[in-house]
DNA sequence: CATGAATGAGCATTCATTCAT
DNA sequence: CATGAATGAATGCTCATTCAT
């Protein structure tokens, strides 16, 4: 119908289907954030909305359904950053610093949005989030690039690319966990890691 | 969903408490290895034995109970692996590759056992493992020691820690993807991409 | 349950209201037909038109209601065969004959028209097909009518034409299981049937 | 456990065990006349008992299984009374009025249990009931044996099975409607019109 | 203690129906 | 009138947990 153009102001019909599909992604973040991905059940997301359980099914067919959606929504906000910093960088190190930075960045916003601790009795679970797994692929090619490029040395790229992400994840977590989460320090603190090893760790303090 | 089958009971044995407790911790880790934690009911895990539902709550209460019961489990004897590495060794190297050792080869243990390979249709989920846990202060108290001992540099042990988890975390499940699995060369690159970084890794090949 | 599929919806069609009320007889009309009424719902139906959820309600209130109007329908024109066949009828046995063959070609048509085979696994169910409701009080007239003018002996109408129903319904029936139904032969054998009884019905062959 | 006899008295466990089962059985038999078997929920039948939704379960996995349980016990009850009246029967015309006097008085005394008028509102639905069901192939069993043994013409027995089967369930139903139903009468009638067709069929009043 | 049936809350999903556009 | 999103009741089914035996 209105295919002309997107300049059009959307109809009452179009605002609100776009706002409530909006409720339940930021929703369903915020839930799987809080109870994991597993734990959460779709009544558990519609009821951190304001909508009907059957308006759900309008807009996603499942749980795993929005989990893609939120997985897209974050790669396709969170992989320009990672793109940016790797055109920015003039060196592997720069590249790992603004990658770190952008991912600190990004995971200390999206906290702040979703925040509430999450229950902490029960056994610790991580799923990959969304921007971890939108992560992966750009690391590993950063690093084959970096690798075939001579910026850096010529070792196992899949053992490398996993323990970046070990890396990323970890000491991210460990990072929201003090107040206020400081990005640039951890971002210096894994680069230094990364490069040059405890021996080249920055020193603390 | 919990259709796991294949999952052959364990034999009446000799039905003294200790035996059920066993039983009960023997089929919850293969349960929670096969269908992750968080979707593995306490049914499952009771289908697993030869014992009725209403036994299960004799032992635990509940399945948090269980999870937190095979970590101590692992941790003791996992602990004992870790503490004899950290005894044999002379060097902060010698310590860190007797640790990751001890660990990949407790893992690959571990998933010899209860093996199965998990439904990898959803959206990857990893639960702290019972041994990670267990390591964990390990790990801290082994860092700490060292940089108070001055066989390590003075950094921030908390984030150093957290990164030693992650590279264990996720290169160990890299390794587990190759098969067979080779410990050493794994603990090797853990070990020395901790002390040197890219810089002092070992090449590949 | 309703993935009923393969229903080519009708095409726009010129959006009168009269099309619109047929387009959705017409897939009322299969969809019972292919699911059984009980089982199909009122989504079943409109997602074999073009039509909108809401539209539905324009024309009709409930399932129930569709199923009167192809009932009426059906009647509005089975009817008119039946009274053919009364009036070109000299004898009862005449009447009989036209009737069943009309019944039996018309269901052959029908059949021919909605036909997939309904999803066999589930316990057998029958309704009331809506043209032998509207049969059965022409059938009574006409018993009644060829009783009250002597033709037919004073028996008990109400059970009479009980059993002719029942007769046209499970020996149509098993026509439309044989292929290529033989409607002649099926009249046949329901009318040497009702009259004479085994000693007078058809031989075999 | 007490495979031993059937004579020694029921623990507390197994009695409430059938009794349980024997109510959902009541309950189901009960819905299924009164809303039909497609229409019936499995919440309606335990509505009808005074156990909970999840006991349903402990005993049949769905509705279909109920219905096959119902099918099952109605089969067992009904075919002796079958096998009887066909022993009896030293004539084609004794049997078929032994046959029909046992099942008009078998959904008699149903009809008394189950009883409540049904839902008159909604289209008529017959499933084959499971005497139906039962019935089907004894009759056809009897008509070709009847056959063969020169009992009664060589027609098409499929056919004249389902006639017969047609006429029993109309007469039936329509016997139900009177009150009091005429049990011998209704057979009178149905055997007369089955060997005798009109001509032979018992004159009214 | 072991047992396993009973319980009822909870979940995913579908549905008939309404009503703002 | 047509539309199709919103609604929330209802359904089949599973689950953790209790408790009489």
Redesign the pocket.
Known sequence: MSETAEIEPL???ER??VA?RQAILVAARRVFAQMGYEA?????IIRGT??????????F???EEVFGAIADDSAARFKPLLRAARERATSFEEYLRGAFEAYFGFIADENELEGRPIDERRPHVRSDTPEMIAVYDEVRDGLEAAIARGMAPRIDADYLACACIGIAQEVGTAMLRRSPPDIKAAARFAVGFILKGLDGAPRKG
Chains 1, 2, 3, 4 share one sequence.
């Open positions: 109809g009452k019909r609100t289907k409530n959460a059940s779709v009544r558990d304001d909508l009907a359980s059957g308006t759900f099914y309008n807009y067919r499942s749980k």
